[in-house]
């Protein structure tokens, strides 16, 4: 390796290392079936899915029951609780 190609493999390291580290991303797109201050649901199928929403939710428009609408979200862990696992039986 040349260290052009070094110096390189390092910059592509350090710009793609935030990528890597973001959430994923999701999508529903379906028919509102509610809006609230603090959630939207979307008709999915025969599922309706419930998503938080808060001040920094960016909206275009103005989304009414029945609107088709594309909802962009992510999943992030508020909490996590773990416990042991029970110990192995002995035979």
């Not at 808060?54 to 275009?60: E, N, Q, R, S």
């Amino acid at each position: 390796m040349t260290r052009g190609s070094i110096w390189i493999a390092a910059a592509a390291l350090v710009f793609a290392a935030p990528a890597f580290s973001a959430d994923h991303s999701y999508q529903v797109t379906g028919p509102v079936v509610d809006s609230t201050a603090t959630s939207i649901t979307v008709q999915k199928g025969k599922e309706n899915w419930q998503i938080a929403k808060d001040a920094g939710t960016k909206v275009t428009g103005d989304p009414k029951k029945g609107d088709k609408v594309t909802v962009y979200y992510t999943m992030t862990a508020t909490e996590i609780e773990a416990k042991p696992a029970p110990a192995a039986k002995k035979k």
